[in-house]
């Protein structure tokens, strides 16, 4: 119940702020949201499959005066970063609530935060995060959402070319999931042009790759003297292998990206409608060339 009052909400915030572009109590609007969203992932109880073993293996992590080195930086399982936090929030309290909250707030404020400065439709924007990676970051993949997390507060720094900076982020990023050495590499794409022609190339160009050299990474990894490419092809095996992945690749994934791609033929449509009604002009040919559009 408590999901279907969130998204009635911000389907009102779409309707009256971004199609009809009012401002009055917009951001207090907005707030609100992300307040019950946070609520919402604070006051969960064993939600998710992934949160079951957080919680499990929560009291086997040592506070933050009985850490060593060895035992942050040898865990095979666990990234560095991950193990530091819990062990601070641990010397506080060893109440899971007490890192669920944090992991709360911590997300879906750097989700807001990324929303608020990088699109004018906010509202949108936030029906997109609640539909597609809400209960992915809040249920599901909690140490990735802090990898996440760092990464949006590093968007900035990418897009002022503040190198220094970002870096600095990723690599608090990568100390909570291994996911985000890809992020190490990412500049490099502001090298590359960007239009029509040069994403068809880039798009087979990688599919070529995958086709080609892919099935090979593996062995080619395993062979490797490298600690850190071992750890990587360890964790994109385990996941290719769990079955509880792939279920959740053929059913949510697929009903996500169906979902997304209804939501945008919606607002498109949406959009004519109230063009319509505002001109008080049933031009349906100047429709279908703005749906074509």
């Not at 060893?94 to 997300?107: G, H, L, R, S």
């Not at 220094?164 to 190490?184: D, E, G, N, P, R």
């Amino acid at each position: 119940m408590v999901y279907i009052i969130i998204f009635a909400i911000i389907l009102c915030g779409i309707y009256r702020y971004d199609f009809l572009s009012r401002t009055d109590a917009k951001l207090g609007v907005f707030s609100y949201i992300f307040i019950l969203l946070t609520c919402v992932s604070v006051l969960k109880y064993r939600v998710g499959s992934d949160i079951l073993v957080y919680m499990s293996e929560y009291g086997d992590y040592l506070p933050l005066n009985k850490l060593t080195v060895s035992y942050v930086f040898d865990n095979a399982n666990r990234q560095p970063g991950w193990i530091f936090l819990i062990s601070i929030l641990k010397s506080f309290s060893n109440d899971f609530f007490v890192f669920q909250f944090v992991q709360a707030i911590f997300i879906n404020y750097a989700i807001s935060r990324t929303i608020v400065f990088n699109t004018k439709y906010i509202f949108t924007a936030t029906l997109f995060y609640f539909v597609y990676l809400y209960t992915e970051l809040n249920f599901e993949v909690m140490r990735e959402s802090f990898a996440v997390g760092f990464f949006l507060f590093s968007l900035e720094a990418y897009k002022r070319n503040l190198w220094f900076k970002y870096y600095i982020l990723v690599s608090i990023s990568f100390l909570f999931h291994l996911s985000a050495f890809f992020l190490l590499v990412l500049p490099v794409l502001k090298l590359l042009p960007i239009h029509k022609k040069a994403i068809w190339g880039y798009l087979i160009i990688l599919s070529l790759f995958s086709f080609l050299f892919l099935p090979d990474l593996h062995d080619t990894f395993k062979d490797m003297d490298i600690s850190l490419w071992a750890a990587l092809d360890e964790k994109a095996t385990s996941y290719l292998a769990s079955e509880k992945y792939k279920v959740e690749w053929e059913n949510l994934f697929c009903l996500k990206v169906l979902l997304s791609w209804l939501l945008v033929i919606g607002f498109q449509l949406l959009k004519v409608i109230i063009m319509v009604v505002e001109n008080g002009k049933y031009n349906w040919g100047f429709c279908i060339s703005y749906l074509k559009l």
